[in-house]
C-alpha cells in the first residue's frame, strides 16, 4: 500500500504515520466523499445504486492511472498517493453503499448490480493502469 | 450543512480507514490485503446496522454517506484485486473479490438485523 516497504520498520512507521500524511488523507477523503454525495444526490434515490457504481467504476479508473502514474512518474510528490488514493478516491468510492444497495434491490437488479460492480471495476483499473503507463511511456 | 456533515464524515472514515489498514497489515503482514478486507466488511456490518436503526438524515449523512462511504473502498479493493491477478494468480484475485463481497455482504445482513432489532 506504500512506497515505504524496503524501509526499516521504524522509518516506515514515522514515514506512514507523519502528521502531514495523516492530514491530507483526512482531507482527502473529505472532499472524495462531498463528490461522490453530489454525484449521487444529483440522480433519482431510486437510481442511486447505479450512481454509486458510476461512482465505483469512475473511482476503480482513476486508481489505475493513478498507481501508474506514481509508479512511472517518480518525481511526484510523496504526498500524491496517500492524498489522492488514500484520501480522495477511498473516499470517492464505497463498498458498504455497494453491499447495501445489493441487499436492498430487488432480485434481478440486485443480481445485475452484485455482478456488474467488481466486473465493470476490474476492467476499468486495467484500462486505467494500462491507458495511463502507454501515454507516460511514450 | 449536509454537505458538512458529508466532509466531516469522509475525513474521519478515510483517516480510520488509514489508521485500520496500517494496523492489520503490520500485524499481518502479506501481500494479501487484509487490511482493506477488513475495513471493508466491518464497513458493511456498521452500515447496515445504520439501516436498521433509521436515525434522521443529520446522522444518516454523517455516519453513513461520510463515515461508512470513506472508512470503505472500492477503489483499493479493485486495484489490489488487479495486482493480484498481475503479480499473482487469477484464482487469488478473484476469492479475494468473491471473499470481500460474501463477507461484506453477510455482514450487511447481520448489522440490518441487529439494527431492526432496536
Known amino acids: 500500500m506504500t512506497d515505504d516497504e524496503d524501509k526499516s520498520p521504524p522509518a516506515r512507521a514515522r514515514a506512514e504515520f507523519a502528521p502531514a500524511v495523516l492530514a491530507v488523507v483526512a482531507l482527502g477523503g473529505s472532499l472524495g466523499a462531498v463528490a461522490r454525495w453530489g454525484l449521487v444526490s444529483l440522480f433519482p434515490s431510486a437510481a442511486s445504486a447505479w450512481a454509486v457504481l458510476g461512482v465505483n467504476v469512475s473511482g476503480a479508473l482513476l486508481m489505475g492511472v493513478l498507481m501508474a502514474a506514481v509508479t512511472e512518474v517518480p518525481s511526484l510528490p510523496r504526498l500524491t498517493r496517500p492524498f489522492l488514493g488514500v484520501g480522495v478516491l477511498g473516499g470517492y468510492t464505497t463498498f458498504s453503499t455497494y453491499t447495501a444497495d445489493v441487499l436492498a434491490l430487488d432480485r434481478f437488479a440486485a443480481l445485475a448490480c452484485l455482478v456488474l460492480t467488481p466486473v465493470t471495476a476490474l476492467a476499468a483499473v486495467a484500462v486505467g493502469v494500462r491507458g495511463a503507463r502507454a501515454v507516460l511511456r511514450r | ?118
Not at chain 2, 444518516?60 to 454517506?65: D, I, L, N, S
Not at chain 2, 479493493?77 to 487469477?90: F, H, I, M, N
Open chain 2, 1 to 118: 450543512m449536509t454537505v458538512l456533515l458529508v466532509a466531516f464524515g469522509g475525513a474521519l472514515g478515510a483517516l480510520l480507514r488509514y489508521l485500520v489498514d496500517r494496523a492489520v497489515q503490520y500485524r499481518f503482514g502479506s501481500d494479501f490485503p487484509w487490511g482493506t478486507f477488513t475495513v471493508n466488511v466491518t464497513g458493511s456490518a456498521v452500515l447496515g446496522l445504520l439501516i436498521g436503526l433509521a436515525p434522521g438524515d443529520g446522522v444518516m449523512a454523517f455516519a453513513a454517506t461520510g463515515l461508512c462511504g470513506a472508512f470503505t473502498t472500492y477503489s483499493t479493493l479493485s486495484y489490489d484485486a488487479y495486482r493480484l491477478a498481475v503479480e499473482g494468480t487469477a484464482v487469488r484475485s478473484a476469492s479475494y473479490v468473491v471473499g470481500t463481497t460474501v463477507a461484506g455482504l453477510l455482514a450487511g445482513v447481520i448489522g440490518l438485523l441487529a439494527g431492526s432489532a432496536f
